[in-house]
């Protein structure tokens, strides 16, 4: 299983930016989903999450601001990511299953 993170990068606050996350192997569609991100000295956090059946949930702190989607046919989940904070500014991970974790991919947000 490999999980293939993209769409970082630098962006002014008020921004927005769209993070994908491709995976490898079958039966992607009954996999959950999540977006986790860690920041320089702080642990990991939850972003977002998404179920095989398109559930949603997501920490409060990008509550209206951020949406995750999932594309089976493509194997891939994406995150949303508008009106960005310089807070948000932290790699982000994806996590397939609750097991499988991508190499992560940097969003800084400049103030």
């Known amino acids: 299983v490999q999980l293939v993170e993209s769409g970082g990068g630098l962006v002014q606050a008020g921004g927005s930016l769209r993070l994908s996350c491709a995976a490898s192997?079958?039966?992607?569609?009954?996999?959950?989903m999540g977006w986790y991100r860690q920041a320089p000295g702080k642990q990991r956090e939850l972003v977002a999450a998404?179920?095989?059946?398109?559930?949603?949930n997501y920490a409060d702190s990008v509550k209206g601001r951020f949406t995750i989607s999932r594309d089976n046919a493509k194997n891939t989940v994406y995150l949303h990511m508008n009106s960005l904070k310089p807070e948000d500014t932290a790699v982000y991970y994806c996590l397939r299953g609750g097991v499988y974790w991508g190499q992560g991919t940097q969003v800084t947000v400049s103030s």
């Open positions: 192997g079958s039966i992607f569609s009954i996999n959950a």
């Open positions: 998404i179920t095989s059946g398109g559930s949603t």
